[in-house]
């Protein structure tokens, strides 16, 4: 390219930029006019609170206390989650439950309290309301581990939506973590936070575990409208020696104030959650590995980033296509020039064990004759404003209309376009551009608050259905592939979210930015997302919009190798490949890309636990002693299943960093050296590898060197036993996989594993290897 031909293309880019920013600015202009036509100005409000308690009506699994403005039921369902909604709002309809309503617990009984209150007495926890309308969540104790004042509304006087207002105090050691996984820790400090999908909030969900010395307990307000949770942490000792207790306040713009409560340790709580909101699907196989996103600019391109990766013995199980590979990024069609054999590449790739994955985007350009838009169309499919007119916008690729997905017909549709892309080869979807922001970003769909949407039926607008955008489209093309493909597990991938979004994939952390607090983020995020009921999540290795230095890229990778999603995407269409970063990045990179492979049986163990139980793959570090106030507020390390610590670097120039132990002894898994915890240590932290240390006693499934798995046992310390779980991989359908269950015990200088069956146990079948037998434990 010489100099005018460079000018040429400068000039078309911004010719073409300046006239998507026109565009931009006249949607945004349309957008404020149907919001001023088509929303009912707030005017004068009126407060109201419940009033006096009036009476109560017991019934099924709790009942109804009625007060003199409003009343409240509650509702406890089989496995211990608690259910209360004011002014008479029931579990559904809502987009979070799997299945409906829950079983309820017929043993639970709504009964007189003192001072006129009403109390509900079930086998986990007991429930007090108060004659004013507070509410206490207490242990069969007595213990009380939350407290609600009475909530208060503001209606319109005119009529329309109520805002509301919920407060609570919980035990001043109390901390709170989850509302979906937050750029700013796991553990949430003092500040508001917006339940608005995007940004640094791709799944903005109000669950809020909240993790105490007494007991954890999580509370989900099941509303989809905007709003914000305001959290203060509570201090001890604070004021004349009495205790400050922590608070959690609940905003909501509107939508019906409801909420579950489970009570118990960490573990029994996400299993009820997810027994809830639907077991989390259970990714393919392939989608274990190492994936790569990129805007490729043609079918070259890819073969040269596979053939880079290949001469390299760099594993790598997937590619992600931008919408770049689209025809003028028109949904579900491929640019010929670029792609035109795009199906026998994708096979080629499949042979040599790398699948692609397309980009999908929650937005139809408007073209006449298209095959998408006008099959939309047909069907009544997008979204309409106020007026009844289809709403536009100016999504990435151009003027855009934007599929109604609260709609059984449209999600049917949308569903079946998956067709397509499963007859170009894709093998997964990774959804983009489906939380319409209304921030005014170029190459961002929009709509505005008033536009119309379906509801499943009811009829609403934007505001209760911007959150839920996400989860509607991860399910119509969960709903399709099951369809179109029975024999395989869907591979969806989305950007954003809502609670039971699990159910039909996984979540990546959106656009995370290049610089080391963007690593640290992507930790947070994840940890985050685990604790709300989403195990299968990751961030963009590298981040975008920035160029990483060697350093930050490498230890953004190592950590990658332990996430659930382990992906790389740097940059646009001129995205960073490992080898582009020196010849020390690439070395230490294929030593954690090795490593991810070597641990395959055990991440697809992790994938079918977190089915089973709700168990996260990512755990905080205060997972099984949710009492330790020191794990507590450790943020910089994590737990991988139950067998494994993993402690990243995320700051520049470190080789040997401090981590928090919980009780027992560790290893360090590649010098093998002992540590014994509860307590702080120094490891080293060498540019080839993070720590990463492994349980006394625990089974670890491994890939063995023909491919095969082995057991690696860790020895317990002395007078110990320990064991694990291993679950085989059974394919990429849906077979049923057995548990395969494991005891590891000290006999003197020796480790005896043996295989737990009915009848008794067994030799193991598979090979064992046992480690940590050399090294003396070692202390704070």
């Known amino acids: 390219m010489d100099g005018r031909d460079l000018v040429r293309s400068w000039g078309g880019a911004g010719a073409e930029r300046a006239g998507r920013g026109i565009r931009a600015v006249r949607a945004a202009w349309h957008r404020r006019r149907s919001d001023a036509a088509g929303l009912p100005p707030r005017g004068a409000e009126r407060a109201r609170t419940p009033g006096e308690v009036r009476g109560a009506e017991p019934g099924p699994g709790g009942g109804v206390v009625r007060f003199a403005r409003s009343e409240l039921r509650i509702v406890v369902a089989v496995g211990g989650a608690v259910f209360l909604g004011w002014d008479g709002a029931g579990p559904e309809p809502s987009y979070a439950l799997a299945g409906g309503a829950p079983e309820v617990d017929p043993r639970a009984v709504l009964e007189p309290h003192q001072d006129g209150g009403w109390r509900v007495v079930a086998e986990r926890l007991t429930v007090v309301v108060s004659r004013r309308g507070a509410v206490e969540v207490c242990t069969p104790g007595g213990l009380v581990l939350r407290r609600e004042l009475p909530p208060r509304w503001w209606e319109p006087v005119s009529g329309g939506t109520a805002r509301w207002t919920q407060r609570a ?26 339940l608005w ?84 699907a259970l990714p393919p196989a392939w989608a274990l590995g190492h994936q790569h996103a990129r805007d490729f600019a043609d079918e070259q391109e890819v073969r040269e980033t596979v053939a880079g990766y290949q001469e390299r013995d760099l594993p790598l199980d997937a590619l992600h296509l931008d919408a770049g590979h689209q025809d003028g990024g028109r949904a579900f069609t491929v640019d010929q020039d670029r792609f035109p054999k795009l199906a026998v590449l994708a096979e080629e790739l499949r042979q040599d064990g790398v699948r692609l994955v397309s980009a999908v985007d929650a937005a139809v350009r408007v073209v006449p004759g298209d095959a998408v838009y006008e099959g939309g169309s047909a069907v009544d499919a997008f979204v309409r404003d106020a007026s009844g007119r289809t709403v536009r916008g100016e999504g990435r690729a151009g003027e855009s209309v934007f599929p109604d997905l609260t709609h059984a017909r449209a999600r049917a549709w949308w569903g079946g376009l998956y067709g397509e892309r499963l007859e170009q080869g894709f093998a997964g979807f990774w959804h983009g551009a489906h939380e319409p922001p209304a921030r005014g970003a170029f190459g961002e769909p929009w709509l505005p608050r008033s536009a119309r949407h379906a509801l499943e039926g009811r009829g609403g607008d934007h505001r209760e259905a911007h959150n839920v955008a996400a989860l509607c489209m991860a399910r119509a093309a969960y709903e399709g592939l099951r369809g179109l493909s029975p024999g395989e597990r869907p591979f969806v991938l989305s950007r954003s979210g809502w609670a039971g979004s699990q159910r039909y994939g996984g979540v990546w952390a959106g656009d995370a930015g290049t610089g080391w607090p963007g690593l640290r983020a992507s930790l947070s995020v994840v940890l985050g997302l685990g604790l709300c009921g989403v195990p299968y999540a990751g961030t963009d290795i590298g981040g975008l919009g920035g160029d990483p230095s060697p350093e930050l890229y490498l230890r953004w990778f190592q950590l990658g190798a332990y996430l659930p999603m382990f992906r790389t995407r740097t940059g646009a269409r001129e995205g960073r490949e490992p080898w582009e970063f020196g010849s020390g990045v690439l070395e230490h990179a294929r030593g954690a890309l090795l490593e991810r492979r070597r641990l395959s049986p055990y991440f697809v163990t992790l994938a079918h636990l977190a089915r089973w139980t709700g168990s996260p793959w990512v755990r905080p570090l205060w997972w099984g002693a949710p009492e330790d106030r020191a794990l507590r507020d450790c943020e910089d390390a994590f737990l991988l299943g139950d067998s494994m610590l993993v402690a990243p670097v995320l700051d520049p120039g470190t080789e040997r960093r401090a981590v928090r132990l919980p009780r027992g002894r560790w290893y360090d898994t590649v010098t093998e050296r002992a540590y014994e915890g509860p307590g702080q240590v120094l490891v080293d932290a060498p540019r080839a590898r993070i720590p990463v240390l492994a349980r006394a006693g625990a089974v670890v499934p491994v890939r063995g060197a023909d491919g095969a798995p082995e057991l690696e046992v860790w020895a317990p310390a002395p007078g110990r036993a320990g064991g694990g779980l291993v679950v085989p991989d059974a394919g990429e359908g849906w077979a049923v996989a057995e548990i395969e269950r494991y005891v590891a015990r000290r006999d003197g200088t020796r480790v005896v594993v043996t295989r737990e069956r009915e009848g008794g146990a067994v030799e193991p079948s598979r090979p064992v290897r046992v480690r940590g037998l050399g090294g003396a434990a070692r202390g704070q």
Do not use: K, Q
């Open 169 to 194: 105090e919980v035990a001043a050691d109390a901390r709170f973590f989850g509302l979906g996984g937050r750029t700013s820790g796991p553990r949430l400090r003092d500040g508001a936070y917006r």
């Open 197 to 280: 999908n995007g940004g640094a909030a791709p799944l903005a969900v109000p669950v809020l575990l909240v993790v105490a010395d007494a007991s954890a307990h999580l509370v989900f307000h099941d509303t989809t409208w905007d709003g914000a949770v305001v959290l203060r942490e509570g201090e001890e000792g604070a004021g004349s020696g009495h205790d400050r207790a922590g608070r959690c306040e609940v905003r909501m713009d509107g939508g019906p104030l409801r909420r579950w409560v489970i009570v118990g340790t960490p573990a029994r709580v996400l299993n009820a959650w997810v027994s809830l909101t639907g077991a989390p």
